[in-house]
């Protein structure tokens, strides 16, 4: 929250640009609760539930969960007492179709998106992001080869677990999910760009660089809700 409103957001962008990254930021600094969609489902697919089952291979193959299961995803999510006085919501919508179903789920309890949050960075940048990630098979701890490594090359400096590449981190299928996203996203970008919600962020610098934009971007916000 800022100055006690109620936000509700959407942070967008394509694989590797840091989404994740910026959404803990946000969420600690801003009070706000993250509903990450990709977190959800990689719980599920840790649990072998029957979303998950479905839910890994598609993802394994750089593809999009199908809309619907996504969408009865968000809408459990959104019963949770803690989404009810705002959200960062990541992951979610991909497609004009799920942008529309999010504008009924959000119409029936009298909600609306404030601002979207779109990250933007170039290719290069965000292949050499992904294939460079690690994660503990132990732990989960993260890591990546050029810009957080660990003591000891491919051991996790807390559990001591073997770290390993998610097998939709090779660069083979980055390109794919690059490509995907690029056909699929980029109309939602308009449909949002049309009613004058999306502020684009800088997502190639530091952390720090792209999470000032965001500030300045969430400080327009409030200054403007102030007037209204």
């Known amino acids: 929250m800022i100055n006690g409103d109620i936000m509700r957001l959407l942070i967008m962008g394509p694989p590797g640009v840091g989404k994740g990254t910026m959404a803990v930021h946000i969420k600690n600094v801003y009070n706000i ?16 539930t029957p979303v998950g089952k479905i ?4 993802l394994n193959r750089g593809e999009l969960v ?10 459990e ?7 009810q006085s705002g959200f960062l919501l990541d992951g979610f ?15 029936n309890r009298e909600w609306k998106i404030d601002l979207i949050l779109n990250l933007v960075a170039e290719d290069s940048v965000l292949i050499e992001r992904i294939s460079g990630r690690r994660l503990c098979k132990k732990c989960g701890e993260p890591y990546h080869i050029i810009n957080k490594k660990p003591q000891i090359m491919n051991i996790c400096d807390i ?19 690059l490509e995907v996203y690029r ?17 684009n962020i800088n997502g190639a610098g530091t952390i720090e660089e792209t999470f000032a934009e965001v500030e300045k971007a969430l400080g327009e916000l409030n200054d403007n809700n102030k007037k209204q």
């Open 93 to 107: 919508p991909r497609t004009l179709f799920q942008a529309q179903a999010l504008d009924q789920l959000l119409d």
């Open 159 to 177: 559990c001591g677990g073997e770290l390993f590449q998610r097998p939709d981190d090779n660069s083979k299928t980055i390109s794919h999910r």
């Open 33 to 48: 609760p993250h509903l990450s969609t990709g977190e959800a489902y990689r719980e599920a697919i840790k649990l072998m």
């Open 183 to 199: 056909k699929q996203t980029q109309p939602l970008i308009d449909f949002y760009n049309q009613r004058g919600l999306i502020r």
């Open 55 to 58: 839910a890994k291979g598609i």
């Open 77 to 83: 999510k959104f019963d949770n007492k803690e989404y």
């Open 66 to 75: 199908p809309d619907e299961i996504t969408i009865n995803l968000v809408n």
